[in-house]
């Protein structure tokens, strides 16, 4: 089993469209959870970072994790086109294990 | 707003040459890392460096790699003989601790260097 799965995509919505993203992953000692956006030929760029269950909100974006279910979400509300990008999911213990990035596209 | 710088943005080379990936990590950060992203796959952890010494490697790290802090200032990231195989985007990232804090945890990336090998 991977340690970290997530739905490579492609995802296409229209502009104010609510986006859910999301990731499982298999080991429970994972202690951080973190989402990279990564737009076209840059490196990744730190969006969120929680370590406990529950939601955490910054303006559009809320991420949300469950470490009963080992399931981290990602949501996106009123998307703008700006948000097209590769958004990755990345747990944390010692060491960063990248999830497989979905790639989002908002449609003007 | 401090970053990592990557040099060269693209380097291309002939299969069998060496390359040097050069990264400047943000100036307080005591943690380095290397990365790699082949084209349309997830990001890979490489190896990590802490103390002028190696904290952890992946598998993909072999002896074909090596990574060293020349300065006080540069990582650089060496391939020696390199493979077809090894055309992706490298990317060294920096961060203040790597465990603990996880606000001091985070890593921040550079902009990556695209290697082509021919």
């Known amino acids: 089993q991977k340690e970290v799965e997530q739905d490579p995509g492609p995802l296409s919505v229209p502009e104010g469209a609510i986006v859910s993203l999301n990731c499982t992953y298999s080991?429970?000692?994972?202690?951080?959870f973190m989402w990279y956006r990564q737009y076209s030929r840059k490196g990744p760029e730190l969006l969120m970072y929680?370590?406990?269950?529950g939601n955490k909100e910054d303006g559009r974006f809320t991420a949300q994790v469950d470490k009963s279910s080992k399931y981290i979400s990602l949501f996106i509300r009123d998307s703008q086109p700006s948000d097209s990008a590769t958004y990755l999911c990345?747990?944390?213990?010692?060491?960063?294990?990248f999830g497989a990035g979905t790639r989002l596209t908002v449609k003007p | 707003e401090p970053e990592v710088t990557q040099t060269p943005s693209h380097q291309v080379t002939q299969m069998g040459q060496e390359v040097i990936l050069r990264c400047v990590p943000i100036?307080?950060?005591?943690?380095f890392y290397w990365y790699r992203q082949i084209l349309g796959q997830k990001v890979e952890f490489l190896v990590s460096?802490?103390?002028?010494?190696?904290?952890?490697k992946s598998e993909i790290f072999d002896d074909q790699f090596s990574v060293e802090r020349p300065d006080g200032s540069n990582f650089t990231l060496k391939i020696r003989s390199t493979k077809l195989e090894d055309s992706a985007m490298y990317f060294c990232?920096?961060?203040?601790?790597?465990?603990?804090?996880?606000?001091?945890?985070?890593?921040?990336f550079g902009a990556g260097t695209r290697l082509s090998v021919l």
């Open positions: 929680t370590y406990s269950s």
């Open positions: 100036s307080n950060h005591l943690y």
């Open positions: 080991n429970s000692a994972f202690q951080y």
């Open positions: 460096f802490y103390n002028n010494e190696i904290s952890e």
């Open positions: 990232a920096s961060s203040s601790q790597r465990t603990g804090n996880l606000a001091k945890n985070i890593q921040y």
């Open positions: 990345a747990i944390h213990n010692n060491d960063m294990r």
